[in-house]
């Protein structure tokens, strides 16, 4: 009977969010859904690497899932959107302009399809691989590291998950189409790239992946990605040397193509703080 129920949940936690909208079932029940299909994971599995992987891949499935629900009714979502603050503190952090358009400015002499616009679009894309690849790593070569490791990455997710449920931000490619950037134009360059690289599958590929335009804040792609380099330099230096170099290539890709602000970036970095900090005093009750 319990197995019979944790195999339910884990069916529940891909249907119901992923035809939500069909059924029209609210968000509150998808998002209990989605958090009980982890547990049903844990349940339905017997302690292994197997069972591990599996209830972190029903965490990042959940969170896939979730981080669309707010743009389920975008009229009103866009009624609490914010998108004056990190133009203003951005614009603080570069003496005047925003980074993005500085860096922008600063390569257009390259020219269109550009050997650095291409390079930096594909470090973009493959974050959507590499907190799982890292975690994987981390699986395979210290196993005994991963329990805590995926504790801090699915925390990461969660919090940032949360933040833009209750705040949603608008992205300085966003902004300086509507004109709130002003006289800072930010190119969104990865879709530039994305049409010229995948042509007509451009606009299904990017419907799938981007699901809620207003997830900007924190930037959950370089804070990911910095915990990631974190838990990859704990598990050995190697695994650490190329987290890092990804990381930082990263976190310059995203503000060159107009995805976040640095102010973002500041955010993600703060979060992965908090959950370094945190995640040993809450681990003991978990």
């Known amino acids: 009977m319990i197995r019979a129920g944790a195999a339910a949940c884990v069916a529940g936690a891909f249907v119901l969010p992923l035809f939500r909208k069909r059924l029209r079932v609210p968000p509150r029940v998808a998002l209990g859904a989605l958090a009980a299909g982890s547990i049903g994971a844990g349940v339905l599995l017997p302690p292994s690497r197997k069972r591990n992987a599996g209830v972190f891949m029903m965490q990042m499935w959940g969170f896939f899932m979730a981080h669309e629900?707010?743009?389920d009714d975008p009229e009103a979502l866009r009624e609490r959107l914010r998108f004056r603050y990190p133009v203003v503190t951005d614009r603080l952090i570069g003496l005047g302009r925003l980074p993005n358009t500085?860096?922008?400015e600063s390569l257009v002499h390259l020219g269109p399809r550009n050997g650095v616009d291409r390079a930096l679009s594909w470090t973009h894309?493959?974050?959507f691989f590499e907190p799982c690849v890292a975690l994987g790593v981390i699986l395979w070569r210290r196993p005994e590291q991963f329990p805590k490791a995926a504790r801090q990455m699915a925390a990461t997710f969660d919090i940032g998950c949360a933040i833009y449920f209750a705040v949603?931000?608008?992205?300085?490619w966003w902004s300086s189409q509507e004109g709130h950037t002003e006289g800072d134009k930010?190119?969104?360059i990865m879709v530039e790239v994305g049409e010229a690289t995948w042509g007509v599958g451009w606009n299904r590929m990017y419907s799938t992946l981007g699901g809620n335009p207003w997830a900007a804040m924190p930037s959950l792609h370089f804070g990911t990605s910095l915990m990631a380099a974190i838990l990859l330099a704990e598990s050995g230096p190697v695994e650490g040397v190329i987290?890092?170099?990804?990381s930082m290539t990263l976190g310059f890709a995203l503000v060159y193509l107009g995805e976040h602000y640095v102010t973002d970036l500041l955010a993600g970095t703060a979060?992965?703080?908090a959950v370094r900090v945190g995640e040993p005093v809450v681990a003991p009750a978990l």
Do not use: E, S
Request: aromatic share 24%.
């Open 102 to 104: 500085r860096l922008q």
């Open 271 to 273: 979060l992965v703080g």
């Open 168 to 172: 949603p931000t608008a992205p300085p």
């Open 125 to 127: 894309w493959i974050w």
């Open 69 to 71: 629900f707010p743009y």
């Open 186 to 188: 930010v190119r969104r």
């Open 243 to 246: 987290g890092w170099a990804y």
